[in-house]
């Protein structure tokens, strides 16, 4: 499993120092939605400029006007960007499409989407995202949408998951399939952030030898 | 009817400028999610500051992290946010927590939400926002919802209408209720802005004296 290092909620020099402290074990760095509506395109061309190698993410959650929104995502240095599967379809698709024409990729945002509108759209060429969001967690409402996974194992398609992950999280998303773990506090607001990226990522790899055997 | 003017894909100098041109005739200013996301804050900051007598609308579109992303919101200036109606119920309450807190206001926005959702969150005390999506206009598939504002109107709560409206548009919305008029482009790439900001307003205050008789 790959590892997703998402940076929310602080300084955009605070993000960068995270994201470059932890550059060795993350797959791929997420710059946030709070970032991006806190610091705007900035915030994804700073931190794309601080770690040109790795595949940086912008979490856009578009939900409407999806030409120009993947249009900034894209030029300010995305490799990939998020729309939520909530959004109309044609959104979903406009950014497909937008991202079909750069070589890059689409993550579909599952929070708060039903099984039902995620088997629409389940066959769009992008990761898809289950994502326990943050105020459902802190609700106490929130537990992990393994039946979400379960469906999206079954489709065979890339998934991710995203919501409170910790190192203990890992072989359960292992059982489900899933791709690309996102994890957030768990790191950005560890004592040792670079530490807490590299027992993340060697969670993460001692799962998949342990499948592999 | 009162008038929302929606500043959208512009530069923050282009969009404080159409503020500045048309305040005569708008009652709301509304910063675009497209400049939030390419600006950050500084697009909220700014045209509070150029219109500091005017209510200005943080297009926000929520979807988690509801304190924070609240917090930048109103910090910034805003006297209004949106939170996506697709959002979980939780991140909607919390919106709502965050704007009594200071005395603001909330808009939900009804972008992709169906009626049986719809009438889930009808109770919270916001503005409901009946929302064609601009992909979805431009697609050819979005027609304004009707039956939507209809439930809205029954259910006597405050609502307002957004997407591809025009000064053709304003007698039907008056008919169904709506108490703001949100209108973007067809202010904004109109040759002569004022003008046209005019027209609409005039449009909305004939509609309720006609209405009155």
Known sequence: MELQLALDRLSLEDAI??????????????????????????????????????????????????????????????????VMGAAPVETIEICLNEAEKRGRTVMIDLLNTDLERTAKIVHCPAIFCVHTSKDLQESGNGSFEFEGLSFLKEMGVRTAAAGGIGVKS???????????????????????PSRAAAELKEACMKGMSSLEC
Chains 1, 2 share one sequence.
């Not at 993350?26 to 915030?43: H, N």
């Not at 890992?170 to 040792?192: C, E, F, R």
């Open 17 to 82: 120092d995270l994201a470059r402290r932890t550059d060795y074990f993350t797959d791929y760095v997420e710059v946030g939605t709070s970032l991006i509506k806190e610091f705007g395109m900035r915030s994804v061309f700073e931190v794309k400029k601080a770690c040109p190698d790795k595949l940086v993410m912008a979490d856009m959650k578009i939900m409407d006007n999806a030409v120009y929104e993947s249009k900034l995502a894209f030029e300010a240095g995305a490799d990939l960007l998020t």
């Open 170 to 192: 890992i072989p359960s998303l292992q059982k489900s399939g899933v791709s690309i773990v996102i994890a957030g506090s768990s790191i950005t607001k560890a004592a040792d």
